[in-house]
């Protein structure tokens, strides 16, 4: 709809760990729709992070295992 969204972001601590920040909470319309029910109100977004995450690791070419959050 041409409007950015902040989805959060994804950054590995100092052991290496995968850490998932969340966006801020915030939801809107992008042309002034009113809210009409509590989910999927057209033309609305928000940037809570409720889905899967999801990556490929690889160290030195090599391919290392990991669990999805």
Not at 19 to 27: D, E, I, K, N
Not at 50 to 63: L, Q
Request: proline residues 6%; negative net charge; charged residues 25%.
């Amino acid at each position: 709809m041409g409007k950015e969204v902040y989805l959060g972001e994804l950054r590995t601590d100092e052991e290496g760990r995968l850490l998932v920040l969340g966006g801020f909470g915030a939801s809107a319309s992008y042309d002034g729709q009113p809210v009409i029910t509590f989910a999927n109100n057209e033309g609305w977004h928000d940037d809570t992070g409720d889905g899967p995450v999801t990556a490929t690791v690889s160290v030195g070419g090599r391919e290392l295992p990991v669990d999805p959050a």
